[in-house]
Nanobody, 116 residues
């Protein structure tokens, strides 16, 4: 059974940093593309960034230069490092793995709140 479990969300002040993690069981991140989406209240889920099975990354323009996706292959965990956080980054962050056509697996989400 494939399972993704996020952790590390919380409350942070504007300008602060936070790292969220996504641990996988049942699959290897080195085999599949994965990444992060987020969903703010009242808004649609939007892509934050991806990391390919080969380790290449790409990001949506609104987080470029502030967010970094990385991976620990030994721990089979993907990370999202978020710096210079803004109020508009407040959302539930979901990790996903793309297993094939119409076969995406999602984590349960972790809340990130940016507020003073």
């Amino acid at each position: 059974q494939v399972q993704l479990v996020e952790s590390g969300g919380g409350l942070v002040q504007p300008g602060g940093s936070l790292r969220v993690s996504c641990a996988a069981s049942g699959i290897r991140f080195t085999v599949y593309d994965s990444g992060w989406y987020r969903q703010a209240p009242g808004k649609q889920r939007e892509l934050v960034g991806v990391i390919t099975s080969g380790g290449n990354t790409n990001y949506v323009d609104s987080v470029k230069g502030r967010f970094t996706i990385s991976r620990d292959n030994a721990k089979n965990t993907v990370f999202l490092q978020m710096n210079s956080l803004k109020a508009e980054d407040t959302a539930v962050y979901f990790c996903y793995a793309h297993l094939g056509k119409n076969r995406d697996v999602w984590g349960q989400g972790t809340q990130v709140t940016v507020s003073s």
